[in-house]
Nanobody, 119 residues
Framework: QLVESGGGLVQAGGPLRLSCTAL????????MAWYRQAPGKQRELVAT???????SYGDSVKGRFTISRDNAKNTVYLQMNSLEPEDTAVYYC???????????????WGQGTLVTVSS
């Protein structure tokens, strides 16, 4: 349902951009977000973006990461700059979606994409 791409290995200080596209018979998408989970740690919220484009960020990424979305493509992006080794984690996309065949809303998760930042 949510297909992520863009993870990989990058040196500290470098940039990386993640993408996440919602596929299927979608009626509407509300908030889209990125979470991450580092080894041995709990999953944490990185950034969220409303359907209107309003963004919010976790304290550890403010000023370095930018979330954006293309509603026509049902896609959310995460531009990550000035990456630090502490940003190493599996990054997950999350979206609040209403399917065409449904009257309700559900949360969906991507499969995760690994970001590794080397020092």
């Amino acid at each position: 349902q949510l297909v992520e791409s863009g993870g990989g290995l990058v040196q500290a200080g470098g940039p990386l951009r993640l993408s996440c596209t919602a596929l299927g018979r979608i009626f509407a998408i509300n908030n889209m977000a990125w979470y991450r989970q580092a080894p041995g740690k709990q999953r944490e919220l990185v950034a969220t973006c409303t359907s209107g484009g309003s963004a919010s960020y976790g304290d550890s990424v403010k000023g370095r990461f930018t979330i954006s979305r293309d509603n026509a493509k049902n896609t959310v992006y995460l531009q990550m700059n000035s990456l630090e080794p502490e940003d190493t984690a599996v990054y997950y996309c999350n979206a609040h979606i209403r399917q065409i065949s449904s009257t309700g809303w559900d949360f969906y998760w991507g499969q995760g994409t690994l970001v590794t930042v080397s020092s």
